[in-house]
């Protein structure tokens, strides 16, 4: 049982405009938010997150947002760079879990020039 | 402050054979994870760590055995290696930042299992 999809495998994005990712969750124990950028070869690092108590979390280009009626989340990227180009993990944590990261399948995103 | 390293980056087993992967981090943090990684799966929790000493099970534990005899180690040990071990193994602590908190991972072990 996938608790977190991200339905979109890949996404291409032309540079400067907005890319989109979505990931929905079934779980609504999930209290906690990330987003994650993997380039390959490298472990994911950390980009932004959202607490449930938030719907919107602003770092930079990037803004996550939350809509738990919908039990979905998307982040924002503007403007899109070339260097953006990479792998993007959506992952949550249920409440009281030794803070486990649940993690979606993963969003491809293409930034072309 | 090297972050979390993990050792060695690269290696292949023939099915049966045994090995420890080490990851290690300098940020004295609590919490440690291992992860797998396999092609259209995302991260999947093996086993983790809420300290020195403690270890439990996470989403797919089978065939593997992790220490955490020191807080900056984590190992996790493959004692009998099977083709479905083939993946990447991801290390991961844990800080707490700005009223939430993350984890950070290190660069990842790509194991193959022939």
């Known amino acids: 049982d996938q608790q977190v999809k991200q339905n979109s495998p890949s996404l291409s994005v032309q540079e400067g405009r907005i890319s989109i990712l979505n990931c929905d969750y079934t779980?609504?124990?999930?209290?906690?938010f990330l987003w994650y950028k993997k380039y390959p070869a490298e472990g994911p690092t950390f980009l932004i997150s959202?607490?449930?108590?938030?719907d919107k979390n602003e770092d930079g280009r990037f803004t996550v947002f939350l809509n738990k009626s919908a039990k979905h989340l998307s982040l924002h990227i503007v403007p899109s760079q070339p260097g953006d180009s990479a792998v993007y993990f959506c992952?949550?944590?249920?409440?009281?879990?030794?803070?486990?990261?649940?993690f979606g399948t993963g969003t491809r995103l293409q930034v072309t020039l | 402050n090297a972050g979390v390293t993990q050792t060695p980056k690269f290696r292949v087993l023939k099915t049966g054979q045994s090995m420890t992967l080490l990851c290690a981090q300098d940020?004295?943090?609590?919490?440690m994870y291992w992860y797998r990684q396999d092609p259209g799966m995302g991260l999947r929790l093996i086993h983790y760590?809420?300290?020195?000493?403690?270890?439990a099970k996470g989403e797919v534990p089978d065939g593997y055995n992790v220490s955490r005899l020191k807080k900056q180690n984590f190992l996790l040990g493959l004692e009998s290696a099977a083709p479905s071990q083939t993946s990447v193994y991801f290390c991961?602590?844990?800080?707490?930042?700005?009223?939430?908190?993350?984890?950070?991972f290190g660069p990842g072990t790509r194991l193959t299992v022939l």
């Open positions: 992952a949550a944590r249920r409440t009281g879990t030794a803070s486990k990261l649940t």
């Open positions: 779980n609504s124990m999930f209290d906690y």
């Open positions: 959202i607490s449930s108590i938030k």
């Open positions: 940020m004295n943090h609590e919490y």
């Open positions: 760590s809420v300290g020195e000493g403690t270890t």
């Open positions: 991961a602590s844990i800080t707490t930042r700005q009223g939430g908190y993350t984890q950070y």
